[in-house]
Nanobody, 115 residues
Framework: QVQLVESGGGLVQAGGSLRLSCAAS????????MGWYRQAPGKQRELVAS???????RYADSLKGRFTVSRDSAKNTVYLQMNSLKPEDTAVYYC?????????WGQGTQVTVSS
């Protein structure tokens, strides 16, 4: 059973930065995609960024240039570096892993950006 544990959320002022981490316990194999989604109040969950085991990345168009996804495959950990944060980035951020045909989710970490 794969479990995902996120950390790094919190409260930050607009223009600030945060780095989220998500560690996967259990085997996720050699072929997988790790990434981040977010859900703001009253809105649907949306893709933030993802990264394959080969290092290919995908971003929401609106976030390119401010957010950077990376991973340490040896540690089964994915990171999200968020810079120049805006109040509209306020949301619960969820870690996501696609492996073995399954989709795994973390419990979510709150990111709040004050103006």
């Amino acid at each position: 059973q794969v479990q995902l544990v996120e950390s790094g959320g919190g409260l930050v002022q607009a223009g600030g930065s945060l780095r989220l981490s998500c560690a996967a316990s259990g085997s996720i194999g050699n072929f997988n995609v790790m990434g981040w989604y977010r859900q703001a109040p009253g809105k649907q969950r949306e893709l933030v960024a993802s990264i394959t085991n080969g290092g290919s990345t995908r971003y929401a168009d609106s976030l390119k240039g401010r957010f950077t996804v990376s991973r340490d495959s040896a540690k089964n950990t994915v990171y999200l570096q968020m810079n120049s944060l805006k109040p509209e980035d306020t949301a619960v951020y969820y870690c996501n892993v696609q492996a073995f045909g399954y989709l795994y989710w973390g419990q979510g970490t709150q990111v709040t950006v004050s103006s």
